[in-house]
Structure formats: structure tokens, C-alpha cells
């Protein structure tokens, strides 16, 4: 059994009246981003100044998990209450939220959460397990207004819209990258039926190359050659030279058009890339970014998409990468142009994709580590700016280093820790060279120079006390 959550006697307080919904049980067996359970309550015109919601849980999911989540039609994230880490509790009304930590709960037994807000003052509370924590105020929006909707096991979506099961009401649905951000994760949206009977052109850009923390977003977009001129009304620009607010809005349009627009995201995690960049066998950052870019183009083929022509973005030297994707697409046209983004529509729609797919993942981020209040006010992420700079100290943990948003294997980050954090010694680090060479029946390059020490120096590293104290010592080298 995957994961076990349930919610047992919760009711919720109005400003008028209190509507019990007391004696339920909801199981969710398995962990997934789509179970739920939806509550309509039926009131008239309410109107809530007051908001107090009391369950018990019972889960055993290490990640963060959404207990409780109400939604009026004129809020976003009305009355969320999240848990994203073992003491933790995130309270979010109206969008903004508050964070209490180091409340008692435990794992695998009920505990009794209990959270109020009071609108004329914005003060909330939370009490776990009958333990109270601090006061917080943070949001004074007066009242709650309009019908409420609740969701059990899973949290609603912006704009106070219901959580649909079938389809998700905003146009870039994060919900499977945010169920566990530490891999990367593949979205995409329908693919339109002219794509699948036409001759289509496809635009490949990427978004977060450079920042040390949050992923880099691969993106594709694609439409019939015979809809270049109306992808081109539609007045899409390269993403860096737009706002936020143009991005999103840009790419509402793009979502509007899915009669003969499509799209496809690749979604790699700080997590892979860092991993990746380290492992002994290095896999660096241009080649997952050609292979990203590779398994879109097939991904779009596998869906039925008639390519002819591709666009890219160039990574590298772009006749080498032209002649690669040739190669790998015979019978699709590549083009590879250094600020491609700038000079097709296609690439453009697909710049503006993967920016606000990276916007939302950052802005959203969920930190599986136990930070307590973590302050999300970290800049761009790139390594030049103040703010980025600001929060990579705050954050640097002496003995673990940093949380999952940061990208390890990038200098900026090697560098604090470096100087900031605890030196450590591994004791398989000495394999690195001679020994590893052996081990693969190689000549290692060290062995043609000869060592020598510094005078006078006699000290030899001692061996760790665990292999001491077990009177354990190193025989021969297989």
C-alpha cells in the first residue's frame, strides 16, 4: 500500500452559522495527483468572515500533501491547508500563506490538526495534537464571499475553479512535476487533430539554462505549415523579452488556439541535473539538453504529428547539432540559428511554453526538505544576482549542504560550500585515480610521474575509526 490518508470529522465555521459534516472517513489507498473527494455544502449566499476547520489525518507520505482545501469564486487558494514536511504546516488564504513548524505529529498514527482565521484581523492559528502554535497574522482580506467548494486529497486550482478529475482548469497543469520534483517529469497537452493529417512545422527552446536553482524547462510547440501566418497574428515574441504577465497571457492565446497549436515540456529537476553533472561517468549539460530536446521531437512523432520542418535554439556549435538532429530525423528539415527564439514564431510559442512552465515550478516550488518558514524570495535564481546570492548563504546547511532547488554540480554553489560548509573525506575518494585505473586493468597517468613528499613531512592520514575499532584493514585491490 502505497499511501493511507484520512480525514475524520471536519467541519467548517461561517460567519453566520456552522455547517457540520462530522463521522466521515475518506481513504485514499493509493498516492496519486488525481483522487479526491468533493464537498458542495449547501448555503445561501454565504458569507465568511471566520474560517475554523478541525480533522484527523493518517498518512504515510514523507512528501507534502494537501489535508484540506477550500475554494470560493472570488479567492484563489481560499483556505488551504498543507502539510509539507513531518512538524510542518502551511496555511494559505487568498493566495498568500503562513508557515508553522515544529508542531508534534508523527507518522502512520491520526493526529488532530486544527486551523482558524480570522478575517478582520488576519490572524491565524494552528493547533496540533491539542498543542497550540504561535499567532501569526498575514491576511486581512475582510470576508470570504460566494459559494464554497471543498476538496479532500488533493488542492484545487487557481482562480477558485473546481478541481475537475477529468481535466484540469488551468492551461499548464504542474500537478505531476510538483508530486515529486526531485525527478524530471514529461507534460504536454492534446495533440490537434490537423497536426495528425497535415505537414507541421515544430520550434525547440529552453528555459533556466543558466540559474543555480529551480529545473531547466525544454519546450516544443508545434502547428500545420499551413497555420504559420495565424500562429504569427497571435504575436508571440522570445520569452526573455517579455514580462510575466505577457508570457501568461501569451501563452493563454496559445491554449486558445489548440485547434491547430500544440505543445510538449520537458521538465528536468535541479535534482537530475546536479546528479547527472556529478555522477563518475559525466553527463553534462549539453548533452541533456540535446537529449531533451531529441526525446520531444520523438515524443512528438510517436503522437502521430506529421513533422517537416524543425527549428532549434542552438546549444553548441549549431552545425554540429543541425547535423546531429538530421541525422537522428531523416526526413525532417532542421534548422539550427543561434537566437532562434527571436526569429521564428514557432520557436517563440515554444520559448514563452517552457518560461512559464519554469516560472510556475519555481514560484510554486515545494520543498521536501524541513526548512520551517522558507523564504521564497530568492531572486532569479541566477548566480549574479544579490538576492539569489542571499538566499544561497541563508541556506546553507554546514554538514547537508542545500535542499533539492539548488543545483549542486553548478560552480556557485561549490564554491559556498566549500568555503562554508564542513570538510568531508571520503574514504572511497583515493580510488579516484590509481586504484581505479587498476581496477579496469588501465595505466593510470600518475604512474609515469614520480611522487615525492615535502621535507620533513611524515604525517600519514589515520585510518577512520570505524574500520579501527573493527580491526578491519585494506588486503589487495580487486
Known sequence: MKRLVVLLSLFFLAATERQTLSGKMFTFPVASNRHHVRLTPELNNPNFTAVTVCLRAFSDLSRSQSLFSLVFPSQENSFVILKPNQGTYRLHVGGPYVEFGGLPDDSNVFNSVCATWEGKTGVAQLWVNGNPSTRKGFSRLGSLSGAPSIILGQEQNKAARIFSDQKSTKAMDLRDFEADNSVSCRLSSPVPDLCRTEDCCLGIDEAGRGPVLGPMVYGICFCPVSRKDDLKNLKVADSKTLSEAERENLFLK?????????????????????????????????????????????????????????????????????????????????????????????????????????????????????????????????????????????????????????????????????????????????????????????????????????????????????????????????
Request: net charge neutral.
Open 254 to 478: 496559445l491554449d486558445k488556439a489548440k485547434g491547430f497549436v500544440g505543445w510538449a515540456l520537458q521538465i528536468l529537476s535541479p535534482n537530475t541535473i546536479s546528479t547527472s553533472m556529478l555522477q563518475r561517468a559525466k553527463y553534462n549539460l549539453n548533452a541533456l539538453s540535446h537529449d531533451a530536446a531529441i526525446g520531444l521531437v520523438q515524443y512528438a512523432l510517436d503522437c502521430g504529428v506529421q513533422l517537416k520542418e524543425v527549428f532549434v535554439d542552438t546549444v553548441g556549435p549549431a552545425e554540429k547539432y543541425e547535423e546531429k538532429l538530421s541525422q537522428r530525423f531523416p526526413g525532417v528539415k532542421v534548422t539550427v540559428r543561434p537566437k532562434a527564439d527571436s526569429l521564428f514564431p514557432i520557436v517563440s510559442a515554444a520559448s514563452i511554453c517552457a518560461k512559464v512552465a519554469r516560472d510556475h515550478a519555481v514560484k510554486d516550488w515545494k520543498f521536501a526538505e524541513d526548512l520551517g518558514g522558507v523564504d521564497t524570495d530568492y531572486g532569479s535564481g541566477y548566480p549574479n544576482d544579490p538576492k539569489t546570492k542571499s538566499w544561497l548563504l541563508k541556506y546553507l546547511d554546514p554538514v547537508f549542504g542545500y535542499p533539492q532547488f539548488v543545483r549542486f554540480s553548478w560552480s556557485t554553489a561549490q564554491t559556498l560550500l566549500d568555503s562554508k560548509a564542513v570538510p568531508v573525506h571520503w574514504d572511497d575518494d583515493e580510488e579516484d585515480g590509481e586504484e581505479a585505473a587498476a581496477r579496469q586493468n588501465n595505466t593510470s597517468m600518475l604512474s609515469y610521474f614520480s611522487r615525492s613528499k615535502p621535507a620533513g613531512n611524515t604525517h600519514t592520514r589515520e585510518t577512520h575509526r570505524f574500520f579501527t575499532e573493527r580491526r578491519l584493514q585494506s588486503i589487495d585491490t580487486l
